[in-house]
């Protein structure tokens, strides 16, 4: 097997850009193509485009596939409306989180699972083996789909000079198909900024095509290519969680403070229920450390892995840092015990290199968009 890392349909024109590329979960992908902060601040306030073509799809169609994915997952995808998505989970036996998920119901016996890149494998595996048993096939559509987020205030606009879908009236968290610049694409209204803003799921012979009729038209409105780092900060200030940091398999959703996820209200078993049972059981008896926004009074930044700290006393830990180009301070999200995780909480630091910097506990996420 080659170690050379995968290239989107893309990847020819972010060079002829002059992206600084990465390799990330096995991709090379832009990092930033020239200030991650200018890129970052043109997603708030204008608009910013994205290769996601590393995203992880896979389709589930039969008769049974909602029933599959029942089982599968622990949200519940057979009551998920055809047109419309979901957030959701796919845990182990033992409850813990093997990625978060968005599951697009395409039709009435047809899902798209979108994995996240360094995970797609593992729930690739996972839900083939889950669907033994089941009317239903799962099939690994990787290669089959590139995808191109455009995300800002100015997306809606820019989007609807390129397609006759109805882009007023696409809610939040639902996709249709239409046409974009004359390409085929699954428009969902989703993202990972915390602004306004579509993925579009096109063929990849198709890409290139449709990046180039987006920047054309957003460039009137200030739409810039976005990179992975800005990414990052957009996500962060949106306390939007990130799988291998906020997330991981060590952790059940109770543990991460998403147990809305879990619906055990649906029928019949799935993956993971009596593990996900006694985890929300211990949560409401013994609260486990709270996930919390941690807002730095100096200039030193965070970064994951490092101490939360009070009196002395190690209360938690970084699992994100990063400075906030929109709040012009360094910020942490961090796991942190249920006594120190209050908004306002006083005396509490980051051990960053031995010296204990203060830190604002603050509650997710640190930036709302104005509707």
């Not at 009435?108 to 690739?124: F, K, R, W």
């Not at 002395?312 to 360094?330: D, F, Q, R, Y």
């Not at 509490?348 to 203060?358: A, F, L, M, S, Y």
Request: proline letters at 6%; glycine letters at 12%.
């Amino acid at each position: 097997m080659s170690n050379a890392p995968r290239l989107t349909a893309l990847d020819a024109l972010h060079r002829s850009l002059g992206a600084t590329m990465t390799d990330f979960a096995g991709w090379d992908m832009p990092l930033r193509y020239a200030s991650e902060r200018d890129e970052h601040n043109a997603v708030r306030t204008k608009a910013g485009l994205f290769d996601l073509s590393h995203m992880g799809e896979i389709t589930v169609t039969g008769p049974q596939a909602a029933a599959l994915l029942d089982y599968a997952l622990v949200g519940n995808i057979g009551g998920v409306a055809t047109g419309r998505a979901r957030y959701t989970m796919i845990c182990q036996e033992d409850g813990g989180i093997l990625d978060d998920l968005i599951v697009y119901r395409l039709g009435d016996t047809e899902y798209m699972v979108v994995a996240n890149a360094s995970n797609a494998q593992v729930v690739l595996d996972a839900l083939t083996e889950r669907a033994e048993g089941f009317d239903a096939a799962v099939r690994d559509d990787r290669d089959a789909y590139a995808l191109i987020a455009v995300q800002g205030p100015e997306s809606p606009g820019i989007l609807k000079s390129l397609t006759d879908a109805d882009l007023d009236g696409l809610k939040y968290y639902a996709g249709l198909p239409g046409t974009v610049a004359g390409v085929p694409a699954l428009i969902a209204r989703t993202g990972y900024t915390g602004e306004d803003g579509f993925e579009l799921f096109v063929e990849p012979r198709h890409a290139e095509t449709l990046w180039k009729a987006l920047t054309e038209a957003g460039a009137p409105a200030g739409l810039v290519p976005c990179g992975l780092s800005c990414r990052d900060t957009l996500r962060l200030e949106a306390g939007m969680p990130l799988y291998g940091h906020e997330l991981t398999t060590s952790l059940t959703p109770f543990d991460a403070g998403l147990g809305r996820v879990v619906k055990f209200e649906k029928e019949g078993d799935f993956v993971g229920r009596k593990a996900l049972e006694a985890a929300a059981g211990r949560a409401a008896a013994n609260p486990p450390r709270k996930l919390v926004g941690l807002v730095a009074q100096g200039r030193r930044v965070p970064r994951a892995g490092m101490a939360v700290v009070a009196g002395g006393e190690v209360v938690g830990e970084v699992t994100s840092g990063a400075p906030s180009p929109t709040l012009g301070k360094p910020l942490a999200i961090a796991y942190v015990d249920a006594e120190h995780a209050a908004p306002g909480t006083e005396g509490v630091g980051v051990d960053i290199r031995g010296t204990h910097e203060p830190y604002e506990v603050v509650a997710l996420p640190f930036y709302k968009r104005q509707k």
